[in-house]
Every structure is written in C-alpha cells, then in structure tokens.
C-alpha cells in the first residue's frame, strides 16, 4: 500500500505561482511512477504531469507546458509541481498518484493509489 498527502494548494492571483508537494509512505517510493492530475468543478478529472521512478523523464499536458515543472526526491519520498504563470482556468482540485506498472501515464486508470488532493484557485 501507498498513502499520498497532498499539501501547498491556496488562492493565488492569476500570473502567481505555487509549488504543491505530494508526501508517499509505505511501499518504496523510488519504484513508482508518479503523475499529478486535477479536476475543475463539472469537469473529468485531467492529467497534469508525471515522472518516472527518479525523474528522468517527465511529461506534460499541452496546456500547462512551459509554466509547470514536476521533481521528485526519492530521500525524501516527495514529489512537487511547481506552478508559474498561473491562470484562472488552473484553478482545480490538484491530486497526486502513484502507479507501479502503469504503461499510459495519461490515464487515471493506470495508477493504483491516489491521495486526497489539494485546492488550487487562481482569481483573476
């Protein structure tokens, strides 16, 4: 099992920006996958971005390329996005997940835990 906490979310003026962390106990850290999604009110939930197990590679939705940046520190068993330049249409509940044999990153479905999430709002 893996727990996610979730911390850092917050109002922030559009152009503002935030770091949000994600803090992962029990199953070793460095062996998953981890992705940020979110979800803004009446809408699915939305990939963000993801890492593989020691940040090599990472990628990014098209919307948010440029201003979000994603880590992680396997010593400490976080993992952050960093958001820059942020808008009002960012505004969303901000989770995290863990996926250990996910092959589609993109999708929700790939990952086996999740954490509570975060708020974000973004006013204009």
């Known amino acids: 099992q893996v727990q996610l906490v979730e911390s850092g979310g917050g109002l922030v003026q559009a152009g503002g920006s935030l770091r949000l962390s994600c803090a992962a106990s029990?199953?070793?850290?460095?062996?998953?996958?981890m992705g940020w999604f979110r979800q803004a009110p009446g809408k699915e939930r939305e990939f963000v971005a993801v890492?593989?197990?020691?940040?090599?590679?990472?990628y990014f939705a098209d919307f948010v390329k440029g201003r979000f940046t994603i880590s992680r520190d396997n010593a400490k068993n976080t993992v952050y996005l960093q958001m820059s330049s942020l808008k009002p249409e960012d505004t969303a509940v901000y989770s995290c997940?863990?996926?250990?044999?996910?092959?589609?990153?993109?999708?929700?479905?790939?990952?086996?835990?999740w954490g509570q999430g975060t708020q974000v709002t973004v006013s204009s």
């Open positions: 997940a863990a996926t250990i044999y996910g092959r589609n990153w993109y999708q929700p479905r790939e990952y086996n835990y």
């Open positions: 890492t593989n197990w020691n940040g090599g590679s990472t």
């Open positions: 029990g199953r070793s850290f460095s062996h998953l996958a």
